[in-house]
């Protein structure tokens, strides 16, 4: 079971990144694919997720600014007009019926 996530990096405010998150060796019962954040000090929260059926959520931090996709065993996070507040470390998670499985993180940091 891998997951493995790509993308994050440096930018500044108002720039966008798309992070890339591919799963292997869990193909099956995926219920669902998602990105969630974790700022220092502050609890790990959902940003965005996206089901089995294609409905997707978003943190109202994000709404009209990030997307996400999902392609078989992988999910992208399209992320337009980044604020500093958006800095953090970003996991991808692959939520199956009874397991979650998460990756090691990528740093997304929005300088201003």
């Known amino acids: 079971v891998q997951v493995v996530e790509s993308g994050g990096g440096l930018v500044q405010v108002g720039g966008s990144l798309r992070l890339s998150c591919a799963a292997s060796?869990?193909?099956?019962?995926?219920?669902?694919m998602g990105w969630y954040r974790q700022a220092p000090g502050k609890q790990r929260e959902l940003v965005a997720s996206?089901?089995?059926?294609?409905s997707v959520t978003y943190a109202d931090s994000v709404k009209g600014r990030f997307t996400i996709s999902r392609d078989k065993n992988s999910v992208y996070l399209q992320m337009n007009s980044l604020k500093p507040e958006d800095t953090a470390v970003y996991y991808c998670?692959?939520?199956?019926?009874?397991?979650?499985?998460w990756g090691q993180g990528t740093q997304v940091t929005v300088s201003s």
């Open positions: 998670n692959v939520h199956k019926s009874l397991d979650d499985y």
């Open positions: 996206i089901n089995s059926s294609g």
């Open positions: 060796g869990i193909i099956f019962g995926i219920r669902a």
